[in-house]
Nanobody, 116 residues
Framework: QVQLVESGGGLVQPGGSLRLSCAAS????????MSWYRQAPGKERELVAS????????NYAESVKGRFTISRDNAKNTMYLQMNSLKPEDTAVYYC?????????WGQGTQVTVSS
């Protein structure tokens, strides 16, 4: 079955960086677009960034443009989110996501906390 496992979250100071990873299994990773979402306390889950199956095209939320970079390594079945210049408002649980045959799949999430 589809499995998505995030890692790389943690506590970081404002202005710092983190790299999140999403390890995928149970499906042909290289055939599907992937996305990162996040959910802050008391807020709805929001799309952060998306990447096509080949990695040739990406999209970002306005709030993270120029600071975050989404990428993927299809040989390793892994997607990444490089987060630079982190701000307190980036604090959230970050989830990886894909849609396969009309079925949504989510990881368990990884907590990112930006605080001094």
């Amino acid at each position: 079955q589809v499995q998505l496992v995030e890692s790389g979250g943690g506590l970081v100071q404002p202005g710092g960086s983190l790299r999140l990873s999403c390890a995928a299994s149970g499906f042909t990773f290289s055939s599907y677009p992937m996305s990162w979402y996040r959910q802050a306390p008391g807020k709805e889950r929001e799309l952060v960034a998306s990447i096509t199956s080949t990695g040739g095209s990406t999209n970002y939320a306005e709030s993270v443009k120029g600071r975050f970079t989404i990428s993927r390594d299809n040989a390793k079945n892994t997607m990444y989110l490089q987060m630079n210049s982190l701000k307190p408002e980036d604090t959230a649980v970050y989830y990886c996501y894909t849609l396969i045959m009309f079925r949504r799949s989510w990881g368990q999430g990884t907590q990112v906390t930006v605080s001094s």
